[in-house]
């Protein structure tokens, strides 16, 4: 009998259900996949085999019997290709290469003085390939890359506008794809960072939560229901251009007052400035300069922690999340900041709301947006088991 286009669908639809099965609870054996996701055994055990075939699932031996022959269980075989994540930043680019469980496996910081595009691309052209070098051998090779950048990305990976890199209308994909193929995944750094925390770290178990990438400027990744929430046209979550002074600073947008001109790594660094006449500390300078017992550097935490508080508490009257993450370059200062931060929470948000709402740290630190853009050409390679995607040029 010639099988249909629908039952085709049908298979590979089935087969990715059970490839997902195995990577979330694995180890576990054919029965219980079975009865976990409602397919009869023979289709299970086939759709095992075929996965077994292609290197994606592994068998590693006898589970524990219930009564009768022992079943064999299985495992995700997370070794069976790599990815890289890229985060853009103003200074420097952070990119890390993982296993397809998100398992970082190499790390490169690159400085950047030149933020222009010609520049990024270059430098990002030459560490990837470096990376992808250094991937330990695989079935897959590089299976793609995700790319977070500070700014608009709209729907075709299009850098539509990034102020703190002074970029418009880039377009990083069509300048890669011809050396890396095509399962490139370009997106907000903050949205990137919300994945990466959802997956990998302090959200794993809240399915309404808020990132916030906290650096240059302050950008926002909104998770609703366990999935982002875009906005109408793809770029929901500036809240760092929300008014939290009618009067305050201007601000790179042409507005006043906005969150980021006062609770952003550059606010803290433009008052640091103002203090220290004789130097310019960084922020890892100021960090120690507090721990030792700086009075200025404290206090200027202190009150950066303070205007931190104002715009979370705008957040949970406004959202009321179960989380809000604490992401990106100003995670470092957490412990520094926490106690002024929380008493701003307190004393001005609405206490029905901020009940539930629980406020922490990046639990992945600086790595939440290159991990939660690594994640997504994973999920477009596993989405599909039948399709091999290798890059190689990598």
Same mark, same amino acid.
């Given at each position: 009998?010639k099988?249909?286009?629908?039952?085709?669908?049908?298979?590979?639809?089935?087969?990715t259900?059970?490839?997902?099965?195995?990577?979330?609870?694995?180890?576990?054996?054919?029965?219980?996949?079975?009865?976990?996701?409602?397919?009869?055994?023979?289709?299970?055990?086939?759709?095992?085999?075929?996965?077994?075939?292609?290197?994606?699932?592994?068998?590693?031996?006898?589970?524990?019997s219930?009564?009768?022959?022992?079943p064999?269980?299985?495992?995700?075989?997370?070794?069976?290709?790599?990815?890289i994540?890229?985060?853009?930043r103003v200074?420097?680019?952070?990119?890390?290469?993982?296993?397809?469980?998100?398992?970082?496996?190499?790390?490169?910081?690159?400085?950047?003085?030149d933020?222009?595009?010609?520049?990024?691309?270059?430098?990002?052209?030459?560490?990837?390939?470096?990376?992808?070098?250094?991937?330990?051998?695989?079935? /897959?090779?590089?299976? $793609?890359? !995700? %790319? #977070?950048?500070?700014?608009? *990305?709209?729907? @075709?990976n299009?850098?539509?506008s &990034?102020?703190?890199?002074g970029?418009n209308?880039?377009?990083?994909?069509?300048?890669?794809?011809?050396?890396?193929?095509?399962?490139?995944?370009?997106?907000?750094?903050?949205?990137?960072?919300?994945?990466?925390?959802?997956?990998f770290?302090?959200?794993?178990?809240?399915?309404?939560?808020i /990132?916030?990438s906290? $650096?240059? !400027? %302050? #950008?926002s990744?909104?998770? *609703?229901?366990? @999935?982002?929430y875009?906005?109408? &046209?793809?770029?929901?979550g500036?809240?760092?251009?929300m008014?939290?002074?009618?009067?305050?600073?201007?601000?790179?947008?042409g507005?006043?007052?906005?969150?980021?001109?006062?609770?952003s790594?550059?606010?803290?660094?433009?008052?640091?400035?103002?203090?220290?006449?004789?130097?310019?500390?960084?922020?890892?300078?100021?960090i120690?300069?507090?721990?030792?017992?700086?009075e200025?550097?404290?206090?200027i935490?202190?009150?950066?922690?303070s205007?931190?508080?104002?715009g979370?508490?705008?957040?949970?009257?406004?959202?009321?999340?179960?989380?809000?993450?604490?992401?990106?370059?100003?995670?470092?200062?957490?412990?520094?900041?926490?106690?002024?931060?929380?008493?701003t929470v307190?004393?001005?948000?609405?206490?029905?709301?901020?009940?539930?709402?629980?406020?922490t740290?990046?639990a992945?630190?600086?790595?939440?947006?290159?991990?939660?853009?690594?994640?997504?050409?994973?999920?477009?390679?596993?989405?599909?088991?039948d399709?091999?995607?290798?890059?190689?040029?990598?």
């Amino acid at each position: 009998m010639k099988i249909t286009g629908d039952q085709q669908l049908i298979k590979k639809m089935n087969k990715t259900i059970v490839l997902d099965t195995i990577r979330k609870q694995q180890p576990l054996s054919r029965a219980d996949i079975s009865s976990a996701i409602g397919l009869n055994k023979a289709t299970v055990s086939s759709l095992v085999s075929e996965l077994i075939e292609s290197q994606l699932v592994t068998e590693i031996g006898p589970g524990e019997s219930s009564g009768g022959r022992k079943p064999t269980l299985l495992l995700f075989n997370r070794s069976a290709g790599h990815a890289i994540g890229v985060d853009i930043r103003v200074n420097d680019l952070l990119m890390i290469l993982v296993d397809l469980e998100g398992n970082v496996i190499q790390e490169k910081t690159v400085p950047l003085t030149d933020c222009s595009p010609e520049n990024v691309l270059n430098q990002m052209r030459k560490h990837i390939t470096l990376l992808g070098k250094k991937a330990p051998a695989s079935p /897959y090779g590089i299976v $793609g890359m !995700g %790319i #977070g950048v500070p700014g608009l *990305v709209d729907e @075709e990976n299009k850098v539509v506008s &990034s102020p703190n890199l002074g970029w418009n209308n880039i377009s990083l994909y069509d300048s890669l794809s011809t050396l890396f193929g095509d399962n490139i995944h370009i997106d907000n750094e903050a949205n990137a960072g919300a994945i990466g925390e959802k997956l990998f770290g302090a959200g794993q178990d809240s399915a309404n939560l808020i /990132y916030l990438s906290i $650096g240059v !400027g %302050i #950008g926002s990744g909104i998770i *609703v229901k366990g @999935e982002l929430y875009r906005g109408t &046209s793809n770029f929901s979550g500036e809240v760092g251009h929300m008014t939290i002074a009618e009067d305050g600073p201007l601000c790179r947008c042409g507005n006043r007052g906005c969150w980021e001109t006062l609770a952003s790594e550059k606010a803290l660094l433009d008052r640091a400035a103002v203090l220290w006449e004789d130097s310019r500390p960084n922020l890892e300078e100021i960090i120690i300069q507090a721990k030792t017992g700086h009075e200025t550097a404290i206090a200027i935490l202190e009150e950066l922690g303070s205007h931190l508080g104002v715009g979370l508490a705008n957040l949970i009257n406004i959202l009321n999340p179960e989380l809000i993450v604490i992401g990106s370059r100003l995670s470092l200062a957490g412990d520094m900041l926490q106690d002024a931060m929380l008493r701003t929470v307190e004393s001005r948000s609405l206490s029905y709301h901020r009940k539930k709402t629980n406020v922490t740290f990046a639990a992945l630190g600086i790595r939440s947006t290159a991990l939660g853009a690594a994640s997504m050409p994973i999920t477009s390679f596993l989405a599909d088991p039948d399709v091999t995607m290798v890059s190689p040029s990598l």
